[in-house]
């Protein structure tokens, strides 16, 4: 059994049965049938159905805010999560319109009488592996290109979110996909494993880093998209707006309770200012709460086990760090400021409400410290300079932000991480779920000169 519990007050909302492992390898092959029909239907009618969606969603946005509000206790409006979807309803509709097949040169006195072209086709059936911290987004940016795209999706939310995904399917299902083409299997890590080795044709998944290796390891040949845990890194220049920086580093950090895989969780200060901005950065947070609880009591005991650890070894608390008493499993924004990088506060994806700070040289050593890192999925830059600005080409990320940190662009296009946060591509969201087919013809047929004559 799995349970979907309120981290505000510590409750059980529901509990649910697992999937079995028959039940998930039925849902596949129901699905794999199912895709077909699916992917033979014109574009326009999948384009059709995909923006009829759109229009639930905005008649239901309250409905789904609440039930995300009760699993993973939201601070911020969902309606910010809605209105990007929607959007990016339109532009993946808009977009998938406009990907046609390549027509390839071909040279006639090598080739005679040949034509060759490049199409795109869908992927099959992908296994979606879920996440929970921005539960319908996360899972919205990928059925929308996926559907779109003519796959069908098997889908295993995180055990922690198991009501937002059962409420995704419906409401998929509501704007005409069939049944099969979008399927929900529920449970934990086991059922996902269950994906993971299953014949499922791509996966996707988002998580953490250990998982994404499990994953590699166990899953055969196959398309993997992986969207994995990060690290990043905030360097504050000595010209930065450091009242700016500031806020903006309060926020990039502490939202969501720290729960974000982009959120900026390393911050590099140059020497000649860090007084003035670990005074204005204390500041501003003494006035932000936290609203939001963390997922699960044994997330919020890693994270303060880690924050612990480091007081211990030398670190020293600007404040928080303190484990709050009462219902729900919230924990304080808390800052730390260390004398070197070998903690694991630093070197580790912390998970939580915890703002690692470094005081350093120059712009060069934070550049350093920076990408002295296995993650390498954002970063940002504070600074007022166009030259100092120029740092954000050194670092080793997938995004880089200029004095603002924590925007994804639209359902989180191009987030891609480098190193151990994804495997990257070039690609965009949509041209993730399909592949390709090279198309060589030779119509009228002649002997080529180079067969045996
Ligand atoms: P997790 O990897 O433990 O779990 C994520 C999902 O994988 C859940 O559905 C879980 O049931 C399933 N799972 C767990 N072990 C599995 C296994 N061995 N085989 C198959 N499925 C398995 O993730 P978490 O620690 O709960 O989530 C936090 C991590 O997710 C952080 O590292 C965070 O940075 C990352 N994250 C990344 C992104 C991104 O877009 N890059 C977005 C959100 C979160």
């Given at each position: 059994m799995i349970a979907s519990i309120n981290p505000a007050t510590g409750t059980v909302i529901k509990k649910f049965k697992e999937t079995s492992k028959k039940e998930v390898n039925d849902a596949i092959e129901r699905a794999r049938k199912a895709q077909q029909a699916w992917a033979a239907k014109s574009r326009g009618e999948r384009i059709l159905i995909i923006g009829k969606l759109a229009e639930i969603l905005k008649k239901r946005a309250k409905k789904i805010g609440t039930t995300v509000k009760q699993e993973v206790g939201y601070s911020l409006p969902t309606e910010m999560e809605l209105e990007d979807i929607i959007a990016g309803i339109d532009y993946y509709t808009k977009r998938y319109a406009k990907i046609n097949d390549i027509n390839m040169p071909v040279d006639p006195r090598l080739q005679p009488n040949t034509q060759a072209w490049v199409e795109f086709v869908p992927q099959g059936v992908i296994g979606h592996i879920g996440i929970w911290n921005y539960p319908f987004w996360q899972t919205m940016i990928t059925a929308i290109p996926a559907l779109l795209a003519g796959n069908a999706i098997v889908y295993k939310p995180s055990e922690y979110v198991t009501l937002t995904g059962l409420k995704i399917e419906e409401l998929i299902h509501e704007a005409g996909v069939p049944k099969d083409v979008y399927i929900t299997v529920v449970g934990g890590k086991d059922v996902g494993k269950m994906i993971v080795k299953s014949n499922v044709d791509a996966i996707t998944f988002t998580g953490g880093i250990d998982t994404g290796e499990y994953i590699v390891k166990n899953a055969g040949i196959k398309p993997l998209i992986l969207e994995l845990g990060g690290n990043d890194p905030a360097i504050v220049c000595q010209d930065a707006n450091i009242g700016q920086a500031a806020k903006g580093i309060a926020y990039g950090t502490f939202v969501h309770a720290g729960q974000s895989c982009i959120r900026t969780k390393r911050v590099y200060v140059v020497k000649s200012i860090a007084d003035k901005f670990l005074k204005e950065f204390t500041h501003i947070t003494q006035k932000l709460s936290a609203t939001m609880p963390m997922i699960r009591a044994d997330a919020r005991a890693k994270v303060h086990k880690a924050v612990q650890a480091a007081i211990k070894k030398g670190a020293k608390l600007l404040f928080g760090g303190k484990l709050p008493e009462?219902?729900?499993?919230y924990y304080p924004n808390t800052a730390l400021l260390l004398p070197h990088d070998n903690f694991e506060v630093i070197q580790k994806e912390t998970f939580g409400p915890v703002c690692s700070i470094r005081i350093v040289k120059d712009q060069d050593e934070a550049v350093k410290l920076a990408n002295a890192s296995q993650y390498g999925l954002g970063a940002s830059v504070w600074t007022q300079n166009f030259t100092s600005s120029l740092v954000a080409r050194k670092i080793q990320a997938g995004t880089v932000w200029i004095n603002t940190c924590q925007e994804p662009l639209i359902c989180g296009e191009y987030n891609q991480g480098w190193k151990k946060s994804s495997i990257p591509t070039s690609q965009d969201r949509l041209m993730m779920f399909l592949k390709k087919k090279a198309n060589i013809s030779h119509i009228p047929m002649e002997l080529r000169p180079w067969w045996p004559q």
């Open positions: 009462g219902k729900g499993f």
